[in-house]
């Protein structure tokens, strides 16, 4: 009898024992995990800190350089603005003077070509004109010091798209018969020329002498 009771208190003493220990060992890993979780905090804490940081920098940096790049960009946009206008009024007094003038515009440009093909046959390409009304032009401009009289020079009618492969939309081309010249009048020979040499008038009349700012 004596030797059941001694076992059983040798087994309620394991237990305790144990009991304790598993007590001592939640205490400690809840006392751990507390650090843990107290570290970790304190690493997203400086983690968040330092993000920031560089993310305030890298607007700032941001803000500063759109700052400088704006008065650059706001110059560029007015350029743009002033040509394209320029360039649309331009467009709008072309289609306005009519075909008449327009000829006689081309016959100015053709008649700078006069010493160079002087004395030699010419083929002509066209758009937007009749065959005889550039036949006669190109005669009249350029008879005076050829060689030979140039009263029916062969013209070619050019549709839009083949006009276009050629590298203009209304006016003339002129090639010699070798082919060693060719010389333009077309529209855009025109216009870039009067680019060239009125654009800041151009410019200045079209906003009434203040250009935009």
Not at 63 to 69: H, L, P, V
Not at 146 to 152: D, I, R
């Amino acid at each position: 009898m004596e030797e059941l009771r001694s076992t059983e208190t040798l087994d309620r003493e394991i237990r305790d024992d144990a009991r304790r220990k598993a007590e001592k060992i939640l205490k400690d890993a809840d006392a751990e995990c507390v650090t843990i979780a107290a570290t970790v905090a304190s690493r997203i804490a400086v983690t968040r800190s330092e993000k920031e940081k560089i993310a305030a920098e890298n607007l700032a940096h941001y803000r500063s350089d759109a700052e400088s790049r704006l008065p650059l960009e706001k110059e560029r946009l007015i350029a743009s603005f002033i040509d394209s206008s320029v360039r649309a009024a331009l467009d709008a007094w072309f289609e306005g003077i009519g075909a008449d003038r327009r000829l006689a515009l081309y016959e100015s440009l053709l008649a700078r070509y006069k010493t160079v093909l002087a004395g030699k046959r010419v083929n002509v390409s066209c758009a937007g004109y009749s065959i005889d009304a550039v036949g006669a032009l190109v005669a009249r401009a350029l008879a005076p010091v050829s060689a030979a009289p140039l009263s029916a020079p062969p013209v070619v009618l050019l549709e839009k798209a083949e006009a276009a492969r050629a590298g203009f939309s209304d006016g003339f081309v002129i090639e010699t018969e070798d082919r060693a010249v060719l010389c333009r009048a077309t529209r855009e020979e025109l216009l870039r020329g009067i680019l060239e040499d009125w654009r800041q008038e151009l410019a200045e009349s079209l906003f009434g002498g203040r250009l935009p700012e």
